[in-house]
């Protein structure tokens, strides 16, 4: 048996255990943990390639395709040469961001060879893929600077200490008129043309600049210069990705596989990606607390593919525990939780992830603040503020009204009525969130005896002199 079978076998006695107790799901975390660092290069060239697929969308030409060459790789005593691309435009990374460097990772652990390209010429073109309008061009301090902050942020997830890195101005910079018209004349226009969001830009009357149409060229030009194997991205990045291909085949090369990731729903539930723009991400950065509260407001269905971005757990192990879910002799919460302290864990360690679980147990499964140490907000002195100075001036919750506000939109700002009887949660909308604060709680708690609490995602207040 692989040492990644021992694994699952013993984590198939776990996940059949009672996974609504501590002691249960931290011997469980221990066990999946200790995969992100398993060495998996004793798998077949076959199961190695379905263990990939296994996480992407799409494996072109196929998965049949990807376990030759790395059987024809092994023959020469080699690892497939695995190429990512990174365009460092921003220092905030969430875990979304995530995704492709834990199949890399997994390629790593397999025995094969991964070269980071850092994007530091074509992040000065901007990378157009999804766009609406052309992004602003990055300086060299932003990029170096974005760079530091990304590889922080995503080190639990990747060790940098086995990888390669590249930047592609090495051969993107000197690279002459006259060559680039040379290939230029091999790409048809209506292949760059047939890209989805290149097109809805143009009939909706935005711009479109030619370095936009050239950025495509210039990432395929990246698989040129490394003459790789296979290249990851997102399922976004496809017509970007064959690009490599064509190119590698115009120049004499044998072309690139490629692997596309899945694009992660963020934590909202309305079929939006994983954006810090729309506020449904999970920050890297984020406290363990932070992280494991974002990931249990979740919606129930998002769990099979949260499980399959983050965690090394097989197809088997997620069907072992939808089905008992589905069976009701697992509760959602309960699977959630294990969620929530998979990620935790691979951020901050087992330790963390225990205290988190155990921090979110004492304040919402338990639905008692009384006993919980909160921060006080006297509306004596804060009362004629909206909730919305109070939660970014006052309680530092938000880091400004406006973001607040956004909160508000997003039915995650309530009033919490706690009484011997129980808790009663009303959302606050945006229009009583820029009311004043004192006003909105005295007519919602309507001559009732409760103590009072202003509650914004997971960060919780008390109200007092009501």
């Not at 190119?247 to 044998?254: F, N, S």
């Amino acid at each position: 048996m692989t040492r990644l079978g021992d694994s699952v076998a013993r984590a198939s006695a776990l996940l059949a255990q009672d996974l609504s107790t501590d002691s249960a799901v931290e011997q469980l975390l221990t066990e999946t943990k200790a995969r992100r660092y398993l060495d998996l290069s004793d798998l077949a060239p076959k199961d190695q390639a379905e263990l990939i697929a296994s996480r992407t969308v799409e494996v072109l030409p196929g998965v049949a395709k990807l376990a030759e060459r790395i059987e024809a790789r092994q023959a020469e005593g080699k690892g497939l040469h695995i190429k990512l691309g990174i365009d460092p435009t921003a220092t905030d990374v969430h875990l979304g961001h995530a995704v492709p460097l834990i199949i890399l990772s997994r390629f790593q652990r397999l025995g094969h060879d991964v070269t980071l390209i850092i994007g530091d010429f074509t992040a000065k073109i901007g990378d157009p893929t999804g766009r609406t309008a052309e992004r602003p061009p990055l300086t060299d301090e932003d990029i170096a600077h974005n760079l530091a902050s990304y590889r922080e942020q995503v080190r639990p997830f990747f060790d940098f200490d086995r990888v390669s890195f590249r930047q592609n101005s090495e051969w993107l910079a000197p690279y002459t008129f006259p060559e680039l018209l040379g290939l230029l004349a091999q790409v048809p226009v209506s292949q760059l043309l047939q890209r989805e969001d290149f097109r809805n830009r143009l009939a909706a009357g935005s711009g479109l600049t030619m370095t936009e149409m050239l950025y495509p060229i210039a990432q395929g030009l990246d698989s040129v210069a490394l003459n790789c194997d296979v290249e990851l991205g997102g399922a976004d990045q496809l017509l970007n990705l064959q690009m490599g291909r064509k190119l590698m085949e115009a120049h004499g090369q044998k072309p690139q596989l490629v692997v596309t990731m899945p694009l992660i729903e963020g934590t909202d539930g309305t079929g939006a990606k994983m954006s810090k723009s729309k506020g449904n991400y999970v920050g890297l950065s984020a406290s363990a607390d932070d992280v494991f509260g974002k990931i249990m407001s979740v919606p129930d269905r998002l769990m099979e593919p949260y499980l399959k971005a983050w965690t090394e757990w097989t197809d088997a192990e997620i069907a072992q525990v939808l089905s008992r879910v589905e069976e009701k002799s697992l509760h959602p919460m309960d699977l959630k939780k294990i969620l929530a302290g998979e990620v935790v864990a691979a951020l901050y360690g087992m330790e963390a992830a225990m205290a988190a679980r155990a921090g979110f147990v004492a304040q919402f499964s338990k639905k008692n603040f009384t006993d919980v140490e909160t921060p006080v907000v006297e509306l004596a002195e804060h009362g004629e503020e909206p909730a919305t100075a109070v939660l970014s001036k006052v309680l530092g919750f938000q880091p400004s009204a406006s973001a607040a506000r956004r909160v508000a939109k997003q039915n995650g700002l309530r009033l919490v009525f706690e009484t011997a009887e129980g808790q009663e949660a009303v959302v606050l909308p945006e229009a009583e969130a820029i009311r004043p604060l004192g006003e909105v709680a005295r007519e919602l708690l309507a001559g009732r005896e409760a103590t009072v609490y202003l509650k914004a995602g997971r960060k919780i207040a008390e109200l007092r002199g009501l």
